[in-house]
Each structure stands twice: as structure tokens, then as C-alpha cells.
């Protein structure tokens, strides 16, 4: 692309697609390309509203031990950050200076924490509910499952976040059909759904296989999700790209189940390479003192920036409102 149009810095829209089409093929740090990232990807933490970043380590399934959430706790206090329970059950810690994300992820690493990469267009989380573990409803094992998919998927970039759920029985506690992908549990296996979206414009998931083994809802997802990375638009949610699919849910079972265009065994090797090339990219930083530099207000100063203005609200601090300009 460089020997082709040579070195122009590139437009917003440019810039994170070329990224996302990259790290979708390649696996590679995302930091490795400094200058195609957008300010999230950049700093592996979402800018929130005031200039500071959250965050969200991941707790796959939504299952986390007393230990891990007395480190969560103890981080907040010493770094004075809001905490907040998120919908994706995980805890976002809110209020992070650039310069303080390093030293944050230092300590939750060492605690047997990861990123959640809930700064990138790549797999959020699995939702799930208690399952057949401790539910008297429940007809199979809903937190193992998704604890075991989260893990697979952990990291791997896509044109847009995905959402993904497991449920243990048909009461769909973890709303798994209003995700880019879901399970709800069978007396005979699983039901997977595909496509659904919440947001704006809410969408159903519509039903890919019914009855599946584990196994084979792993070998569906793999198929499922590389066929959407390699032909969505950048910054399209599996439910537009779905709706823009001719034929459907019965060309994409053709796709999938019946490998109607011969190109499942490739899509299942891309998922291969991308699981096994899988790093914890805040691991990376801060086992790396060169990386570790980037994290800094100004380019010339290690100062943090004393603009920041706060104030106290239910016991945990906030951003100051924004003046309203008449």
C-alpha cells in the first residue's frame, strides 16, 4: 500500500479501517502501527468524557473469584477511580489518567487479569447466566460454555465490536438473541443465533442450527464470524451486514452449514492462526519500558495534566459537568 500511494498521513475513516483490516489478517500488536490508530486503540482504553480513560479488565463468562474482586476494589481506592457494574458483567473502573494506565494494568495483570479490549472493535463479552452449576431450571452448563468461547475469541478484531451471550435454558436470562452471536441451552444441546443487535435499532438473532453439540457450535462460530470479518464493511455490525446479505438466513446456513462456496476449511484456518497468535496487548505494554513511554500527557514531559476537574457524587467522584453555552 506505502509503494502504491505512497506515504500521505491518511483520513480518519482511512486510518482505523486499513488497522482493523490488518489485525483481522495478521493478529499482530495493535501498537505496532502507531500511526493507524485512532485515540482508543492508541491508548488500549476508551477517552472518556473529562480526557481521562476507563478500565475494563476482562471477566470471562461474567465469573470472577473474592480475590479478584478484593484486587479490583483495591485498585479503585488507590487510584481514586469510579467504579461501575457493566451490562456485559464486568466492572468498569472510570477516571484513569493516560499516564496512570500502566501502572493500573501492572497490578491487575499480576492479579490474573487481561484486557478486556473493550477499547476495540473485536469481542466484548460473553454474557451468560449461572447455568446448570447452581439454576434449578437450567438443562446445561451456560458459565463453562461461555467461559471456554470468551477465551477462544478473546482479542480478535473485527469490522465492528461483537457481543456474544450463553443461556441455560429457554428463559434466556443472558439475552444471548440480542447478540452478534448466542447460545440457548436444549435438553439435546445448543441453539445458535446469529445477528442479533441491541442499540439503536434493536434486531432479533435469527436462528443459524438448532440442537448442537459443543464442538460444532464452535466449528459454526469460527465459520460464522470469519466469514463476516472477511466481507463486512468496516464499522458494520453483524445485524446491517446481515440485513444487506441477499438471501438471508438461508444463503448464510448454505455458507456456514453446508460450505456452499467450498471456502470453510480456509475460514476455519484464519480462526486457527488468529486464536493461536492471541496476546494480552496490555501485557505487552507493560512488560515493555520503551511502550510504557507512550503513555503520557505531553510529548516533552512526564507532568500530568492538572486541567482535570472533579466532583463528588454518591460517594465516588466524577468528571465536572460541561458548561451549557447558551
Known amino acids: 500500500m506505502l509503494s502504491r500511494y505512497g506515504q500521505g498521513h491518511g483520513c480518519e475513516i482511512c486510518k482505523p479501517a486499513v488497522a482493523s483490516i490488518l489485525a483481522s489478517t495478521w493478529n499482530d500488536l495493535i501498537l505496532e502501527q502507531e500511526e493507524l490508530q485512532d485515540t482508543n486503540d492508541r491508548f488500549l482504553a476508551n477517552i472518556q468524557r473529562g480526557g481521562t480513560y476507563s478500565v475494563i479488565p476482562r ?29 456485559g ?5 472510570l477516571g484513569a489518567r493516560v499516564d496512570q494506565l500502566p501502572f493500573i494494568w501492572e497490578e491487575l495483570i499480576a492479579a490474573g487479569f487481561e484486557s478486556g479490549h473493550a477499547y476495540g472493535k473485536a469481542l466484548r463479552t460473553v454474557k451468560s447466566c449461572v447455568g446448570t452449576t447452581w439454576c434449578r431450571y437450567a438443562v446445561q452448563d451456560s458459565t463453562g460454555f461461555a467461559i471456554r468461547i470468551e477465551e477462544r475469541y478473546r482479542g480478535i478484531r473485527a469490522p465492528h465490536k461483537v457481543k456474544a451471550a450463553c443461556s441455560g435454558c429457554v428463559r434466556e436470562c443472558a439475552e444471548a438473541q440480542g447478540k452478534d452471536f448466542g447460545l440457548v441451552a436444549t435438553e439435546k444441546g445448543w441453539n445458535l443465533y446469529v445477528c442479533g443487535n441491541g442499540g439503536a435499532k434493536p434486531q432479533h438473532g435469527v436462528l443459524l442450527a438448532a440442537d448442537l453439540d459443543e464442538e460444532t457450535c464452535i466449528k459454526y462460530i469460527d465459520r460464522f464470524l470469519m466469514y463476516y470479518i472477511h466481507t463486512a464493511d468496516k464499522l458494520t455490525r453483524t445485524a446491517t451486514w446481515f440485513n444487506q446479505l441477499e438471501g438471508g438466513i438461508k444463503y448464510l446456513r448454505r455458507v456456514i452449514i453446508d460450505d456452499h462456496l467450498g471456502i470453510c476449511a480456509q475460514l476455519e484456518e484464519d480462526m486457527t492462526h488468529l486464536v493461536a497468535t492471541y496476546q494480552c496487548e496490555w501485557k505487552a505494554v507493560v512488560e515493555d519500558p520503551e511502550r510504557r513511554k507512550r503513555f503520557r500527557h505531553f510529548v516533552n514531559s512526564d507532568d500530568a495534566d492538572d486541567n482535570l476537574q472533579w466532583t463528588h457524587e454518591r460517594e465516588q467522584k466524577r468528571p465536572v459537568n460541561w458548561e451549557i453555552v447558551a
Open 59 to 87: 471477566v470471562p463468562g461474567g465469573e470472577i473469584t473474592p480475590a479478584k474482586l478484593i484486587v479490583l476494589g483495591q485498585v479503585a481506592q488507590k487510584y481514586d477511580l469510579y467504579c461501575k457494574i457493566t451490562g
Open 89 to 93: 458483567q464486568r466492572v468498569d473502573l
